[in-house]
T-cell receptor, first 112, second 115 residues
Framework: AQTVTQSQPEMSVQEAETVTLSCTYD???????LFWYKQPPSRQMILVIR??????QNATENRFSVNFQKAAKSFSLKISDSQLGDAAMYFC?????????FGKGTSLLVTP | NAGVMQNPRHLVRRRGQEARLRCSPM?????VYWYRQLPEEGLKFMVY????????ESGMPKERFSAEFPKEGPSILRIQQVVRGDSAAYFC?????????????FGPGTRLLVL
């Protein structure tokens, strides 16, 4: 079974600082996509960033970027200049067929 | 452009009752996915539907759960004879086309509480 592992149940970062959330996955496919979703206290699932595995360049969306290491099957999310509004659960997801397989999430706390 | 709509946002049922959860996909999206999130867990896939067709229900419990996406109207996730273990958040997502690279856009979820 394909799995997505987020090894950090909780992380804390000070406002304006940088934090990195880790994610590893298991697949035998060569071409695929990876996603990070954010779930704030409202519990709405919000897409943060998407990475295409065949692209060498790491995806970037404003303050959010990924460190994608295909050989290591690692897909970490870097949040720069952290803001209070970044506090949320962050889920890494990998498609399997039509479904998205989600990790168990990392709870990010942002302190003033 | 309205996002994915789900209603109700909160639903309370007593054991043995039926729960009906509705999902209207984003405009132009004909692919709908249902997920369940238990407390302290990530989302788990339940079922994928296109208009009038169930394509993949591999994550759906075999009994009491059913889903439909009629030609007209929202997608419905139906849970018959609810039990306390059905208490969870149920999320609907939609996409314009199907495929492993397609971004799925999520609704706000329905929180089901079974008393």
């Amino acid at each position: 079974a394909q799995t997505v592992t987020q090894s950090q149940p909780e992380m804390s970062v000070q406002e304006a600082e940088t934090v990195t959330l880790s994610c590893t996955y298991d697949t035998s496919e060569s071409d695929y996509y990876l996603f990070w979703y954010k779930q704030p206290p409202s519990r709405q699932m919000i897409l943060v960033i998407r990475q295409e595995a065949y692209k060498q360049q790491n995806a970037t969306e404003n303050r959010f970027s990924v460190n994608f290491q295909k050989a290591a099957k690692s897909f970490s999310l870097k949040i720069s200049d952290s803001q209070l509004g970044d506090a949320a659960m962050y889920f890494c997801a990998y498609p399997s067929g039509y479904a998205l397989n989600f990790g168990k999430g990392t709870s990010l706390l942002v302190t003033p | 452009n309205a996002g994915v709509m789900q209603n109700p946002r909160h639903l309370v049922r007593r054991r043995g009752q039926e729960a009906r959860l509705r999902c209207s996909p984003m405009k132009g999206h004909s692919h709908v996915y249902w997920y369940r999130q238990l407390p302290e867990e990530g989302l788990k896939f339940m079922v994928y539907l296109q208009k009038e067709n169930i394509i993949d229900e591999s994550g759906m419990p075999k009994e009491r759960f059913s889903a439909e996406f009629p030609k007209e109207g929202p997608s419905i996730l139906r849970i018959q004879q609810v039990v306390r273990g059905d208490s969870a958040a149920y999320f609907c997502a939609s996409s314009p086309v199907a495929g492993s690279g397609q971004t799925q856009y999520f609704g706000p979820g329905t929180r089901l509480l079974v008393l």
